[in-house]
């Protein structure tokens, strides 16, 4: 059974940084793709960024340029570098790994923008 793990939310200022981790327990190196999701207070679950096992990248718009998504398979691992957080940030962020038309999701860890 394939278990994710996000770590590295936290509360911080508007236009601070925060980086989240995901841990795979097996070798994300047989997953199709890794994506991050999030779910803010009352709205419903929105895709942020999808990194592939060629490592393409895409990006929501309202994060391009300050989200950089990445993958370290020796590590079994992949990141989500937020960089000038706005309070329209703060939301439970999920990762997500797809292997072989299965989805695998975290437990989610809160980010909190504070303006």
């Known amino acids: 059974q394939v278990q994710l793990v996000e770590s590295g939310g936290g509360l911080v200022q508007a236009g601070g940084s925060l980086r989240l981790s995901c841990t795979a327990s097996g070798s994300i190196g047989s997953f199709t793709a890794m994506a991050w999701f999030r779910r803010a207070p009352g709205k419903q679950r929105e895709w942020v960024a999808t990194?592939?096992?060629?490592?393409?990248?895409v990006y929501l718009d309202s994060v391009k340029g300050r989200f950089t998504i990445s993958r370290d398979s020796a590590k079994n691992a992949v990141y989500l570098q937020m960089n000038s957080l706005k309070p329209e940030d703060t939301a439970v962020y999920y990762c997500k790994g797809v292997r072989i038309g299965v989805d695998y999701w975290g437990q989610g860890t809160q980010v909190t923008v504070s303006s």
């Open positions: 990194i592939t096992s060629a490592r393409t990248t």
